[in-house]
């Protein structure tokens, strides 16, 4: 699974400046390394926000729970 392949179950982070959506949350993800870019691809992976399944454009906040998981 993700968490057993990017070794990270959960991690608590302010978004940086200009990531206001999943497309961007994901693209920021990803440049933590090669392995990152593979697994978090964006048709590799569903996403939920607040535990209901949105897409890639849906709108993110500091405040928001947000988890990953494959396609």
Known sequence: GLVD???CEKDDV???AG???VRGL???LRQR???WR???AENAVKVLVNR???TLDAKITDR???AIVPN
């Open 26 to 28: 994901l693209a920021w």
């Open 5 to 7: 392949r990017l070794e």
């Open 38 to 40: 593979e697994v978090l």
């Open 64 to 66: 928001d729970e947000i």
């Open 52 to 54: 209901q399944f949105v």
């Open 33 to 35: 390394g090669p392995l």
């Open 14 to 16: 302010a978004l940086p």
């Open 19 to 21: 990531v206001e959506d």
